[in-house]
């Protein structure tokens, strides 16, 4: 299997203006204060699966790319496709984000990996951590006991899930900055026929931008169902 050094991640449509934060206020504000005084250099979010963490993570790391600074964005999700060995010197970073923690929990060479990359921030103290998973830091199964414990080092947030009529906005916003119409009626038809995680609703709307500019049609709820085959 090939083995990628690097999971590159470019500037893409998640950003803070499209994130619904209404619910973690204290969060961003807290989050943001340490862009550029860097107090809290350790952040852990948690949620179920759509409640906006990878979209917070993603909107974090292209905040620092586009005034080009120093950060990453490890998907761990995609572990399979580049080793520990992409965590290594990550404390010369301004800002390291790492999603789905869960996904490398139990795997000896992984948890050492992270371990040593909380030790080398603590000790340098000007990279800001910011890590995502599906559980709280007390309920991750983690194996290692000494990165059970940094994990709650810092600050811990749990994210509520959006409700049906704030998923309906982010759909629409995100439509919006693609420059296409999303009807309510489309919207809403689209979150009761798909999965309701935004990941899944953002990947499908982004096949219905590309189909609505080759056919040269509207978001209707006809095209929607002959696009994707509902």
Known sequence: MTQLLLPIHQIDDENFSNFHGESNLLLLSSVRKNFEHLQQPFFYLWGEKGSGK?????????????????????????????????????????????????????DPEWEVAIFDLFNRIKETQKTLLIMSADQSPHALKVNLPDLASRLTWGESYQLANLNEDQKRQVLQENARQRGIELPDETANFLLKRMERDLKTLSETLSLLDKASLQAKRKLTIPFVKEVLNL
């Open 54 to 106: 990878t979209h917070f993570l993603k909107a974090c790391s292209n905040e620092f790319f586009l005034k080009n600074r120093r950060a990453i964005y490890v998907p761990l999700s995609k572990s399979c496709y580049f080793s520990p060995a992409v965590l290594e010197n990550l404390e010369q970073k301004e800002l390291v984000c790492l999603d789905d923690l869960q996904c490398v929990m139990g």
